[in-house]
């Protein structure tokens, strides 16, 4: 059976995104030989570098606390089904994720993006870390067996690629995420239920 190649367009500061990876994950148990990429979107290129508090951010965002109550209630409860313990009240800062998608293309050249994107995801949901802290992001690094990457993401490397990367997704039309392309022609939009992506990929396969 040949490699299938699912492109998978995804911010690491979207819950939506963490569970749709794991979604994907149990769908693809069993499934035969998969090649996961993942592409870099910004929910909000505005951020600043050195990110927003993340209560006013959100409040100006949803407004009144009780519906984004609501939101984080139903989150966490998803979040559990699929073994992620969604810690919101931890965050405090919201992050402009450009230099976590540079890092994630670096470990996309060494072979580890599923380890580093798992780790991004985990540090900010799970445990509240700043993700668009370069102090933080190298101890991801480190973890994930890239070495020290102080230097890189101190210069510009990778940032012209990711700008490209996120423009052509929303060439194509994508204007959320998570957006999953199977073989480069099916499409599933959003954080699918394990069911549809077992369906999707049967059909990718053919």
């Known amino acids: ?13 979207c819950p939506w995104c963490y569970i749709g990876k794991r979604r ?9 030989e998969t090649l996961i990429r993942w ?3 910004q929910l909000d290129a505005t951020i600043p570098a050195a990110g927003l508090d993340r209560q006013a951010y959100m409040r100006a965002k949803f407004g009144d606390g009780a519906r984004l109550d609501e939101v984080h209630a139903r989150l966490k409860g998803l979040g559990e089904e699929v073994g992620v313990a969604f810690d919101f009240e931890a ?3 919201s992050p402009n994720t450009l230099d976590a998608h540079r890092l994630i293309r670096f470990a996309t050249e060494a ?11 985990a540090d900010y949901f799970e445990h509240g870390r700043d993700i ?4 933080v992001l190298n101890e991801a690094a480190l973890a994930c067996g890239l070495g020290d990457v102080t230097a890189r993401l101190a210069g510009e490397e990778g940032a012209q690629e990711v700008g490209e990367e996120i423009a052509a997704a929303q060439r194509m039309g994508v204007e ?3 957006f999953f392309i199977l073989a480069e022609k099916y499409v599933l939009s959003g954080a699918q239920s394990v069911e549809v992506f077992e369906q999707a990929l049967a059909q990718a396969r053919g």
């Open 176 to 178: 959320g995420v998570p």
């Open 132 to 135: 668009g802290d370069r102090t």
């Open 24 to 32: 994907l994950e149990a769908a693809l148990k069993g499934a035969g």
């Open 1 to 13: 059976m040949p490699q299938l190649v699912i492109d998978v367009v995804s911010d690491v500061v």
């Open 39 to 41: 592409r870099p979107f």
């Open 91 to 93: 965050i405090a800062r």
């Open 111 to 121: 072979g580890v993006a599923d380890a580093m994107t798992e780790r991004l995801f």
